[in-house]
Nanobody, 124 residues
Framework: QVQLVESGGGLVQAGDSLRLTCTAS????????MGWFRQGPGKEREFVAS????????FYSDSVKGRFTISRDNAKNTVYLQMNSLKPEDTAVYYCAARTLRWSSRSSYDYNYWGQGTQVTVSS
């Protein structure tokens, strides 16, 4: 079992930055891949970013590439999502997810554990 708790969401203006944090407990964090997904109003959940077990490779959706950075600190059982140059279309509930394999995926179906989500609202 892996328990995930996200934090760091909030209300910001376009162009601002936020850093989301996801802290894990339970199963060995250093052996799992992690991902961030989001679900905007009236939209389906979509992939944002992912990182493999040791942080050696990262992946991004086209919509956030160059603006968002995913990273992890296995000593702290934590994964981060640094979000810069935020846009109103980034408004969504952001979810942290864990996959019980070392290699990450863009598909939400490949993740086994999910956090409760944190709201990010970007005003224009």
């Amino acid at each position: 079992q892996v328990q995930l708790v996200e934090s760091g969401g909030g209300l910001v203006q376009a162009g601002d930055s936020l850093r989301l944090t996801c802290t894990a407990s339970g199963r060995s964090f250093s052996s799992v891949a992690m991902g961030w997904f989001r679900q905007g109003p009236g939209k389906e959940r979509e992939f944002v970013a992912s990182i493999i077990w040791n942080g050696g490779d990262t992946f991004y959706s086209d919509s956030v590439k160059g603006r968002f950075t995913i990273s992890r600190d296995n000593a702290k059982n934590t994964v981060y999502l640094q979000m810069n140059s935020l846009k109103p279309e980034d408004t969504a509930v952001y979810y942290c997810a864990a996959r019980t394999l070392r290699w990450s995926s863009r598909s939400s179906y490949d993740y086994n554990y999910w956090g409760q989500g944190t709201q990010v609202t970007v005003s224009s």
